[in-house]
């Protein structure tokens, strides 16, 4: 089944030509079934991208997923045309007496600053505490991972001597964990990051489990005890040039950006990089669409929150 979206979200053409399967919102009102209702809470500067990118992942499943775009109304977006943001993001204040089977929030390149300072730190606590009630499992990504476990459960970052960027290799932890459920010992994922969260505080903190980690990048993946909170640390829904274009960005920026990490052939930024780490990524949200979302959450909306059914 398909990923439903608006017939003229530019993410339509790019994933069609991908031989995704897409459906007009207009075709999925025809057919006699419940969607899932996602949201997903686009805090990236490349907005667009960024939206092609989950959309592919999400895609990928057997499910038919009604997607909302949402955007923090409290930051003016510089990077994205107002008249896309009109046409097809809403506002938290539009949303707010909704319900959604899951929630996707993202990074944000703004991990350098306190939580509190970011403009729209407040809006997205209550984004993040209306969750608790209105959304059955949301899924965290990268900056907004590192805001999740800070807001839900306390644990802070912690700026790293040098940015992490690169392709690293993680091992899983709890290799019968339900989000985990056809992975690899050992598989390979991107980050982009000035900051960690460390194993040791999510081991320290009840209701936390640690999934997966990386030597060289740390902490991957944890989640609450519930699966109802998944905090994913990395980009697993970057494209192939993703790591590339940010590399050019900072060089021209004249930031002392060191190449990206396993990622170009022979560290040479005039080949082309290969792509890994596509089959983990597909692999982590469908098995969260499925595991965490589509088995547990109530078929009446209304029903949230409810106590979620244990694992067997």
């Not at 923090?72 to 896309?84: C, K």
């Not at 081991?203 to 640690?210: E, H, K, M, W």
Request: hydrophobic share 40%.
């Amino acid at each position: 089944m398909p990923v439903t979206i608006p017939r003229a979200l530019p993410a339509r053409r790019t994933l069609e030509s991908e031989n995704v399967f897409v459906m007009s919102d207009t075709r999925a009102g025809h057919q006699d079934v419940r969607p899932l209702r996602i949201a997903i809470v686009n805090l990236m500067p490349t907005k667009v991208d960024t939206e092609t990118q989950l959309l592919r992942l999400l895609g990928n499943n057997p499910l038919q997923l009604e997607i909302t775009l949402l955007r923090m109304g409290s930051h003016e977006s510089r990077n994205t045309a107002p008249e896309h943001l009109a046409a097809f993001y809403a506002t938290f204040d539009q949303v707010r007496g909704d319900k959604f089977d899951g929630l996707v929030v993202t990074g944000a390149p703004v991990e350098l600053f306190p939580f509190e300072d970011v403009d729209y730190w407040p809006e997205l606590c209550e984004v993040m505490d209306w969750s608790a009630d209105h959304v059955f499992s949301t899924l965290h990504v990268c900056w907004g991972a590192q805001a999740g476990l800070y807001r839900h459960f306390g644990v802070k970052k912690h700026a790293l001597p040098e940015k992490m960027f690169g392709v690293f290799q993680h091992r899983v932890l709890d290799p019968h964990s339900r989000i985990l459920s056809g992975f690899d010992e050992v598989f390979p994922a991107p980050h982009s990051r000035y900051t960690e969260v460390r194993a040791d505080d999510i081991l320290a903190t009840r209701g936390l489990t640690l999934l997966a980690e990386s030597d060289e990048a740390g902490v991957y993946l944890a989640a609450s005890n519930d699966g109802r909170q998944l905090f994913v640390t990395g980009h697993p829904e970057y494209d192939r040039h993703t790591l590339r274009n940010e590399y050019v960005r900072d060089v021209g920026r004249g930031l002392d950006t060191a190449l990206p990490r396993n990622y170009f052939p022979d560290d040479d930024p005039t080949r082309p990089p290969m792509m890994t780490w596509r089959s983990h990524a597909f692999l982590l949200y469908a098995n969260w669409l499925n595991h965490c979302v589509y088995q547990r959450t109530p078929f009446d909306l209304q029903a949230i929150p409810q106590e979620p059914p244990q694992e067997e």
